[in-house]
Nanobody
Framework: VQLQASGGGLVQAGGSLRLSCVAS????????TGWFRQVPGKEREFVAA????????NYADSVKGRFTISRDNAKNTVYLQMNSLRPEDTAVYYC????????????????WGQGTLVTVSS
């Protein structure tokens, strides 16, 4: 299984971006899929996750009400819609897929994408 994240870029504070994560090498994502982010010098942190069928979701408190995670299993794609972006959202964003249920810790995820950089200017 390979995950390809895309959609990052430079945006002004208050703007929006949509990240995509496409899975290949299998017919569907294993199960739950999540987004994490990392700033240089800091640990990677959980952002959002969605269940295999897209019914269940979980968000970090810092992004609740601003970010929305969704998926299109027919396209093997998971999305992260990011609105009202803030400079503190600047990070490399990674998507990850799990064989289990929604989780907020890295060790629960089995496959990782390469990351896409999001830069929010003030």
């Amino acid at each position: 299984v390979q995950l390809q994240a895309s959609g990052g870029g430079l945006v002004q504070a208050g703007g929006s971006l949509r990240l995509s994560c496409v899975a290949s090498g299998m017919s569907a994502f294993p199960s739950a899929t999540g987004w994490f982010r990392q700033v240089p010098g800091k640990e990677r942190e959980f952002v959002a996750a969605v269940s295999r069928r897209g019914v269940g979701t979980n968000y970090a408190d810092s992004v609740k009400g601003r970010f929305t995670i969704s998926r299109d299993n027919a396209k093997n794609t998971v999305y992260l819609q990011m609105n009202s972006l803030r400079p503190e959202d600047t990070a490399v964003y990674y998507c990850a897929a799990s064989f289990g249920v929604i989780a907020t810790t890295e060790d629960r995820y089995n496959y990782w994408g390469q990351g896409t950089l999001v830069t929010v200017s003030s």
